[in-house]
């Protein structure tokens, strides 16, 4: 109940700012629709884009969900006069912390599912009254649409222990930290490499590294676990891993540098 | 709260804090700039963690948050921060944290303090955004009210409302503490009367004991030293602190000559007290 509460406030407080965001995606798909309407209208029978909702549905769940992300805890955690508030609500640090991760995580790519499909109803039937377009709704329902939101709350967690770790500048300093993690672990791989595969390189840089169809059937088992490795990894490990120390940071800042 | 230890960096500002409190009274609690009014209110209400020293609030540890202490809890700050909503939305919004928030008490105090409910909270001035949230912490019908620097921003009509809204608001089961400097403005409200000072408690007593050992008056002349025990200039004579005599009748006590004469001489009043009765 206490949880439903905090959800609730969180949504109050910030319905002007998710009214505005949802009413500037609306704008730029019924614009993109119409000069697009527009175009083929004028010109002719011109084969028509309809990835343009999937495409704007990506960027839009990705970037627009890591940057809410990285927001969320910003005026509760790291104002001075927002943390009296955060800090005096009566519900405990688990369900304030819980009413924040599953805004962003869950609430953010369904609502955001919702209103493409409701928005593009909207702008087919206007296309279709002036320019008489034939009719590209956005499907929801599809498994690619499923598959984008399983990576979008897998790859989010980053940035929402980006958002409770840093004090600020979130987004930025999450995408620079994850790019500084990204080159070292691209060279700790490529020297495992180099010194696993040893035989198979020529020279340092392994100019003459081949993985031949061979290797592969000799090593099946091996590359299905390392495989199976990464994927436990992505899907697991790297969410929990992200949500519980975001969640312990949280109570850090709490217990240390709240108020002062 | 006991032995309570608090520093700001290397800066000790509390060392061997001890304060109780009791339930059913409005206790101000006085000090100079910097004498951590603020600090001792945030440190109550679990907002700061001591370094060393107990404390118990409601039962709780503060420093837990546990959120059954926090719904009997309201803390309203010198300075705070409300959401851009409409003050109906906020109520809806918080409160259901609050299990024995009074929503026509809340109503009336808004009408008493001359609260427009129609309109957005950011749309408010300072006063009228700290009236809104005394309203809402009065209702709330919370055991424990800390109000920091309540009055500040408060217009005059608004101080004396301020005082019979308080007062008309208090039960014997609930507790406030309110955190002043402009002692004028609470006057005939707050008792007992806490004061910190040096990073101690100097003083914390009711004011009828103020009253049965001390008489407080304005005089003309100004006294022979030895005869009382703080004097002070003020415009009209001179306002003297003695101590009383059996055979005196009782004074009322002006607090802010006695704030004073506390922060001047706190070894004095302190030890007026405890041999308690007229001299």
């Known amino acids: ?260 | 709260m006991r032995d309570i230890r608090f520093q700001y960096g290397k800066q000790p500002l509390f060392t061997h804090l001890n304060l109780t409190i009791q339930k059913g009274n409005i206790y101000g609690l006085l000090g100079v700039n910097g004498a951590g009014k603020t600090t001792l209110l945030k440190i109550i209400s679990g907002q700061l963690f001591p370094s060393e020293g107990e404390s118990s609030v409601l039962g709780f540890n503060p420093i837990n948050r546990d959120p059954h202490m926090l719904e009997d809890l309201f803390h309203l700050p010198e300075e705070f921060f409300l959401p851009r909503v409409t003050t109906q939305e906020y109520v809806s919004t918080y409160a259901p944290f609050y299990p024995k928030f009074d929503r026509e008490a809340f109503n009336r105090y808004c009408e008493e303090f001359g609260v427009d409910q129609k309109q957005q909270l950011t749309a408010l001035s300072f006063g009228q955004k700290k009236k809104f949230l005394l309203s809402f912490g009065l209702a709330s019908n919370t055991a424990l009210l800390i109000l920091d620097e309540p009055t500040n921003g408060l217009d005059i009509p608004s101080k004396s409302q301020f005082r019979r809204t308080v007062a008309s608001a208090m039960t014997e089961d609930r507790t406030f503490i309110i955190s002043t400097h402009q002692v004028r403005d609470m006057e005939n409200l707050i008792d007992p009367i806490i004061v910190i000072d040096s990073g101690d408690v100097i003083f914390n007593s009711p004011l009828y004991a103020i009253s049965e050992n001390f008489t407080i008056g304005l005089e003309s002349a100004q006294p022979e030293p030895e005869s009382a025990i703080y004097t002070e200039k003020v415009p009209g004579g001179w306002m003297v602190i003695r101590n009383r005599a059996s055979h005196e009748d009782e004074t009322s006590v002006d607090l802010e000559t006695l704030f004073n004469a506390i922060v001047a001489h706190p070894q004095h009043f302190r030890n007026g007290l405890e041999q308690g009765g007229a001299q």
């Open chain 1, 1 to 260: 109940m206490k949880l439903l509460n905090v959800i609730r406030k969180e949504l109050i407080e910030r319905k002007k700012n998710l009214f505005i965001y949802a009413l500037t995606i609306v704008l730029i798909l019924l614009l993109q629709e119409f000069a697009d309407a527009f175009i083929r209208k004028a010109v002719g029978n011109v084969i028509r884009n309809e990835t343009t909702y999937l495409n704007n549905y990506s960027i839009f769940l990705f970037l627009g969900g890591f940057i809410t992300t990285s927001v969320m805890f910003a005026q509760d955690m790291f104002s001075r006069t927002g943390q009296h508030n955060w800090l005096m609500l009566p519900a405990s640090r688990f369900d304030k912390f819980l009413a924040k991760a599953s805004l962003t995580t869950v609430g953010y790519p369904l609502a955001l599912t919702a209103l493409f499909a409701v928005a593009s109803l909207l702008i087919e039937a206007l296309a279709l009254l002036f320019f008489q377009n034939p009719i590209h709704i956005f499907n929801p329902f599809t498994q690619h649409i499923g598959l984008l939101i399983l990576h979008y709350m897998a790859t989010q967690s980053l940035f929402l222990l980006g958002a409770a770790y840093f004090r600020k500048a979130h987004f930025v300093k999450t995408v620079l930290s994850l790019l500084i993690l990204s080159l070292v672990i691209t060279a700790l791989s490529a020297l495992f490499v180099r010194i696993a595969f040893a035989p198979y390189n020529n020279g340092f840089y392994g100019y003459h590294f081949v993985l031949d169809q061979n290797l592969l059937s000799q090593h099946e088992t091996l590359f299905t676990i390392a495989k199976w490795f990464g994927y436990i990894g992505y899907w697991v490990i790297m969410p929990v891993f992200c949500w519980f120390t975001a969640y312990l940071r949280v109570k850090e800042v709490e217990a240390t540098d709240a108020i002062q």
